[in-house]
C-alpha cells in the first residue's frame, strides 16, 4: 500500500506517532494499522453518539496497550447509541461495525462510522425525513 503524505502531516502506525518534514511517499510492505492525519478526531469534536464511538476505536488503534479498556468503553456507547436512534440505516450500520469491531478490522468500522455523519447530523437537526430519502436514493 502506498501512502503519500505532505510536509508536516502525521501518520499513525500500530500505535507509533510519524511526521514527514517533507512531501514523501511510503510504501507498507505488510500489514499495519494505520491512520491519516486528517481522520484523526480531537477530543473536543466528540459531539455526538458517532463522533464519540470513532474516538473509542481511534483510541483502540493509536494506543494498542489501551485497547482492552476502550474496548469497554466501546462497547458502553454502541449499546447506547442502538438504544437512542431509531433510524434503521444508522441501526444496520451500527450492527455492522459491531461485526467488523468483533472482527479486528477497527479501521473498517471507523470508515463506516466516518459515512454516517452526515445522516446522524441530519437526525440531530430534525431533518430526518430528508436525510432517509437521500439515503434511499443513493
Do not use: W
Not at 455526538?48 to 468503553?73: G, K
Not at 444496520?92 to 461495525?97: F, I
Amino acid at each position: 500500500m502506498h501512502i503519500a503524505l505532505k510536509a508536516g502531516e502525521r501518520l499513525y502506525i500500530n500505535g507509533a506517532v510519524l511526521r514527514v518534514d517533507r512531501k514523501t511517499s511510503l510504501e507498507l510492505m505488510n500489514n499495519a494499522v494505520f491512520l491519516l492525519e486528517n481522520h484523526v478526531l480531537q477530543p473536543h469534536e466528540t459531539t455526538t453518539p458517532l463522533r464519540q464511538i470513532y474516538f473509542v476505536l481511534q483510541s483502540m488503534l493509536m494506543d494498542p496497550a489501551s485497547a482492552d479498556q476502550a474496548r469497554d468503553l466501546y462497547l458502553m456507547l454502541v449499546g447506547s447509541a442502538q438504544r437512542t436512534f431509531a433510524n434503521r440505516d444508522i441501526l444496520a450500520a451500527l450492527d455492522d461495525v459491531v461485526d467488523l469491531v468483533e472482527a479486528d478490522r477497527a479501521y473498517e468500522a471507523m470508515k463506516l462510522i466516518r459515512g454516517l455523519y452526515p445522516l446522524e447530523a441530519a437526525i440531530m437537526s430534525g431533518g430526518e425525513t430528508a436525510a432517509v430519502a437521500e439515503t434511499e436514493a443513493a
